[in-house]
């Protein structure tokens, strides 16, 4: 089973829209990551927010990260068809190395031109 | 600045055969994690290796095996192959497990069918 979930399993919007993802997890961490894959690709990373900080922007995406109730949002603002593809959340649970990361089932995008 | 390759892109085996999947990390890289991701589903974590040695393990059984290369590429090998096996394989490199908070570089997969 997987520490992450994300919610809604699935968002279809028109282009020019905003975009909220939704990601829960269950142990305390030390960073969480989101990252995108197209379909039948590899992930894509878009953004690391570590756990002592609360907000993260890169471009059109804003990650917001709440420990205390351990949970996490992506943000896209003005959506485009390009960004029709599965996002991810994914952690680092504390007290373990990098790279053995915890992924959820992802929530799939659809942005409708 | 190559990023992570993976190969084969697709490979058919099946049940009860062996199979070999092999990785090279982005450049500068020296760390490498293998995911399992069943259609549908999220990444699952395999194993790592760093310095040619298996660091950290998830929950597969020993059928699941890897090794690293002095040039820091990797390989996946899977025995005794299982119909639930078929799934997408990526490997992922990154700077040394000791660097928390360094984001994983995803390769493209390989496609894994089992019949």
């Known amino acids: 089973s997987q520490q992450g979930e994300e919610d809604p399993q699935a968002l279809s919007i028109q282009e020019g829209e905003n975009a909220t993802m939704n990601c829960s997890y269950k142990t305390s961490i030390n960073n969480l990551q989101w990252y995108r894959q197209n379909s039948g690709r590899g992930l894509v990373h878009l953004i690391l927010i570590r756990s002592n900080e609360r907000e993260k922007h890169s471009g059109r995406l804003r990650v917001t990260l709440d420990t205390s109730k351990k949970s996490s949002s992506l943000l896209i603002t003005a959506s485009r068809a390009a960004d029709t593809a599965s996002y991810f959340c994914a952690t680092d649970a504390r007290n373990t190395n990098a790279g053995k990361s915890t992924f959820g089932d992802g929530t799939t995008l659809t942005v409708k031109p | 600045d190559a990023g992570v390759t993976q190969s084969p892109t697709h490979l058919i085996k099946t049940r009860g055969q062996q199979v070999t999947l092999r990785c090279s990390p982005k450049s500068g890289h020296d760390t490498v994690s293998w995911y399992q991701q069943a259609l549908g589903q999220g990444p699952q974590f395999i194993f790592q290796?760093?310095?040619?040695?298996?660091?950290q393990r998830g929950n597969f059984p020993d059928r699941f095996s890897g090794h690293q290369f002095p040039n820091y590429s990797s390989e996946l090998n899977v025995n005794a192959l299982l119909l639930g096996d078929s799934a997408l394989y990526l490997c992922?490199?990154?700077?040394?497990?000791?660097?928390?908070?360094?984001?994983?570089?995803f390769g493209n997969g390989t496609r894994l069918t089992v019949t």
């Open positions: 992922a490199s990154s700077l040394d497990p000791g660097r928390i908070n360094s984001p994983l570089h």
């Open positions: 290796y760093y310095e040619e040695e298996e660091r």
